[in-house]
Nanobody, 122 residues
Framework: QVQLVESGGGLMQAGGSLRLSCAVSGRTLSSLAMGWFRQAPGKEREFVAATLRGSTTYYADSVKGRFTISRDNAKNTVYLQILSLKPEDTAVYYC????????????????WGQGTQVTVSS
């Protein structure tokens, strides 16, 4: 059973930067596709970024240029670096994992973390 634990969220000022971490246990990170999603109040969970088992990365258009997903297979940890924080980045950020992924939609991911809250004040 894969377990995911996110950390690094908090109350931030607009314009600042943040790095979220997702610690993976139960399976070797290199065997998993990993993704980050977020859910703002009153909205559906949305895709943010993903890294497949190789070096391929994908980003939502809304975050390209500000968000960077990376993985450290030795530490079994995935990161999401966020630059130039905006109030609209306020959401609960979730880490997701899957052994096989055919597309990046929410319903296709097998494992989810509990989420970490990011709040950006203007």
């Amino acid at each position: 059973q894969v377990q995911l634990v996110e950390s690094g969220g908090g109350l931030m000022q607009a314009g600042g930067s943040l790095r979220l971490s997702c610690a993976v246990s139960g399976r070797t990170l290199s065997s998993l596709a990993m993704g980050w999603f977020r859910q703002a109040p009153g909205k559906e969970r949305e895709f943010v970024a993903a890294t497949l088992r190789g070096s391929t990365t994908y980003y939502a258009d809304s975050v390209k240029g500000r968000f960077t997903i990376s993985r450290d297979n030795a530490k079994n940890t995935v990161y999401l670096q966020i630059l130039s924080l905006k109030p609209e980045d306020t959401a609960v950020y979730y880490c997701a994992a899957s052994r096989l992924i055919s597309n990046l939609l929410v319903e296709n991911w097998d494992y989810w973390g509990q989420g970490t809250q990011v709040t950006v004040s203007s």
